[in-house]
T-cell receptor, first 114, second 113 residues
């Protein structure tokens, strides 16, 4: 079974703090993704990566950066957290060519910025 | 610009009856369509998908229908079970090699025992 793990299930941070969200997958997937989920807005793509050290902006990259130094690990960084970044953050991974381009998701990190 | 739309935020269905979840899209370049199911405090899990060259795909109780001319897809669950209560997201992707998925806003399905 594919396993995608996220470093924290719940996180509370103060405005202005630097926040790191870690994601690790154990299936040697090339592609990894970071989304945020908000009520009424669905899942919105923040950043994605097709390979180590490679990243591309998604639909809402402002206020975020990412790092992929190793194939299995994809980190999301909030340089200076703000209250509007309070959200559920979901990491996913996938392999090109799988039927339907399925993405496998981690359990999510509920981030609260106060 | 919402390219994938789920216009019903919620749906309640009696146990044993059919649940029909709908999704509309605007981008004619989408080639694959997927449905994901999400329970609270868990990540979404893949349910079923369909290629744009097909109009129907079936997997057990779940069937997805695609109407390309109307840019509309639907997920049918028959018979509905209490464990089907969850939020359902439809998603779409482009040609092979483009892994990016565009998700809809989700529909919360509640199965009434």
């Amino acid at each position: 079974d594919v396993k995608v793990t996220q470093s924290s299930r719940y996180l509370v941070k103060r405005t202005g703090e630097k926040v790191f969200l870690e994601c690790v997958q154990d299936m040697d997937h090339e592609n990894m993704f970071w989304y945020r989920q908000d009520p009424g807005l669905g899942l919105r793509l923040i950043y994605f990566s097709y390979d180590v050290k490679m990243k591309e902006k998604g639909d809402i990259p402002e206020g975020y950066s990412v790092s992929r130094e190793k194939k299995e690990r994809f980190s999301l960084i909030l340089e200076s957290a703000s209250t509007n970044q309070t959200s559920m953050y979901l990491c996913a991974s996938s392999i090109p060519g799988q039927a339907g381009w399925e993405q496998y998701f981690g359990p999510g990190t509920r981030l609260t910025v106060t | 610009d919402q390219q994938v739309k789920q216009n019903s935020p919620s749906l309640s269905v009696q146990e044993g009856r059919i649940s029909i979840l709908n999704c509309d899209y605007t981008n004619s370049m989408f080639d694959y369509f997927l449905w994901y199911k999400k329970y609270p405090a868990e990540g979404p899990t893949f349910l079923i998908s369909i290629s744009s060259i097909k109009d129907k795909n079936e997997d057990g109780r779940f069937t997805v229908f695609l109407n390309k001319s109307a840019k509309h897809l639907s997920l049918h669950i028959v018979p509905s079970q209490p464990g089907d209560s969850a939020v359902y997201f439809c998603a779409a992707s482009g040609n092979f090699g483009n892994e990016k998925l565009t998700f809809g806003t989700g529909t919360r399905l509640t199965i009434i025992p």
